[in-house]
């Protein structure tokens, strides 16, 4: 069965540090990978996307995201947090035009 | 002006009452989904349309239907409410390439008492 895990389900950083929030994925086929966040009381929106070519991909807000094929990874990177990406984040997987397969979330708390 | 609306925000039912959740957007897109959330959980498809005249089930169907008016509007219907479909729920709209992302309404958190 196609899946997506996102390990852990909180991370905590210190502002000004480096944040990762991961991901892994298990499908059948190209994967076409997405990372969205969900602010409070907001709905999910986009950051960043691999389609193909440069396994590092640059996003909005100074997010970026590694593809790694063979450990079938696309871990959320940001070089230094800030308190205001607090929020969960959302990774999902699509695959020969199918159904997006999400991840169950993982909530990033950046303390002062 | 927001891409993706939904309507209402906020809504508090009863037990057996038919709840109608809308959703229009103006991206010009073929694709609308509705989701939803729940603690946990994480985001479950509930159904998704590809064109006005193709909808199909996602994985928690059972409780829900949903009308394709048209190209910009996708409505998610519960018959008769229950409990547990006490939930966050999210419309989605995409374009037709599986590269295409998914832009996200801003919710409607409904609550059946």
């Known amino acids: 069965a196609q899946s997506v895990a996102q390990p852990e389900d909180q991370v905590n950083v210190a502002e000004g540090n480096p944040l990762t929030v991961k991901c892994t994925y298990s499908?059948?086929?190209?994967?076409?990978l997405f990372w969205y966040v969900q602010y409070p009381n907001r709905g999910l929106q986009f950051l960043l996307k691999?389609?193909?070519?440069d396994n590092l991909v640059k996003g909005s807000y100074g997010f970026e995201a590694e593809f790694n094929k063979s450990q079938t990874s696309f871990h959320l990177k940001k070089p230094s947090a800030l308190v205001s990406d607090s929020a969960l984040y959302f990774c999902?997987?699509?695959?020969?035009?199918?159904?997006?397969?999400w991840g169950l979330g993982t909530s990033l708390a950046v303390n002062p | 002006d927001a891409d993706v609306t939904q309507t209402p925000r906020n809504r508090i039912t009863k037990t057996g009452k038919r709840i109608m959740l809308e959703c229009s957007q103006t991206?010009?897109?073929?694709?609308m989904y509705w989701y939803r959330q729940d603690p946990g959980l994480g985001l479950r498809l509930i159904y998704y349309?590809?064109?006005?005249?193709?909808?199909n089930k996602g994985e928690i169907s059972d409780g829900y239907s949903v009308s394709r008016q048209a190209q910009a509007k996708f409505s998610l219907s519960l018959e008769s409410a229950i409990p547990n479909q006490t939930a966050l729920y999210f419309c989605a709209t995409s374009g037709p390439s599986s590269t295409d992302t998914q832009y996200f309404g801003p919710g409607t958190r409904l609550t059946v008492l």
């Open positions: 991206k010009g897109h073929d694709r």
């Open positions: 499908v059948s086929g190209n994967p076409y």
């Open positions: 349309s590809f064109d006005v005249k193709d909808i």
């Open positions: 999902a997987v699509r695959v020969n035009n199918r159904k997006l397969i």
């Open positions: 691999y389609i193909t070519g």
